[in-house]
């Protein structure tokens, strides 16, 4: 029989996920102390409330004034990025750009400029994702800039190997997308942008994140990526030696 306490425990186990995601590009002291009672009565995931950046490698962290202006071709469906990790092995993910333009217009921006050459996989939780894209290796840096939501129907965090975008939340009434992203080992519906009757969310009070692609070969690299709190680690995540961009006619 399903009891109480188990049901008290799922319930925990949901928020304490989301919290991780969020609190990865989140540095406001509130937020963290929030979701401090989740963390607390799951001992056997201890995330601290200030990420440690001894032992992060720090790269020359490149700084924009503005999201980027458009310039991919929005009537191709064929936009495909390849991260190669240092260690070696690739993962290839094939981007939605007729879906959500702006949001695969800014990655393959990033992508293309070097922005996220030489940065780690900082935050890899077994069951649920890998993020990545903050030069800091911390969870709390960006490109200098935010930009809002995007989302389409016909996408979701259904399967593993989804690529999403990490945020913080909206906040001003604005989304906090920049450079992070991170990459499901398993199906997180609840991060979709719409409810399951098909109504848009309130991503105020919702956790919202918007899908801009989905991992088409490589994922067994996808698994070999080490798992990593930056909240409790002494050693860097995996690095990401570079993001390759190609089109398909």
Known sequence: ?????????????????IS?????????????????????????QNFSQKPKTEGVPM??????????????DTNKELYYAKIELEKGGTITLELYSSKVPVTVNN??????????????????????MAQTGDPTGTGTGSPGYRFDNEFHPDLSHDSKGIVSMANA?????QGTNGGQFFITFVPTEFLDGYNPDGSEKDCRFDSCH?????????????DSIS???????????DVIKTIKIEESN
């Not at 029989?1 to 996920?17: G, P």
């Not at 922005?115 to 939780?125: A, L, P």
């Not at 798992?227 to 995540?237: L, N, S, Y």
């Open 1 to 17: 029989m399903y009891s109480l306490k188990n049901k008290t425990q799922s319930i925990i186990i949901f928020m304490l996920l």
């Open 20 to 44: 991780s995601l969020i609190l990865g590009c989140n540095s406001t002291e509130n937020s963290a102390d929030k979701a401090q009672n989740s963390r607390d009565a799951l001992s056997a």
């Open 59 to 72: 790269k020359e962290i490149k700084s924009y004034d503005a999201a980027p202006q458009m310039t991919i």
């Open 107 to 128: 990655f393959i921006f990033l992508a293309k400029d070097g922005y996220y050459d030489g940065v780690t996989f900082h935050r890899v939780i077994p069951g649920f």
């Open 169 to 173: 939340g909206i906040q001003n009434g």
């Open 210 to 222: 918007s899908v801009f692609g989905k991992v088409v070969d490589g994922l067994d690299v996808l």
């Open 227 to 237: 798992e990593r709190d930056p909240g409790t680690a002494t050693t860097p995540g």
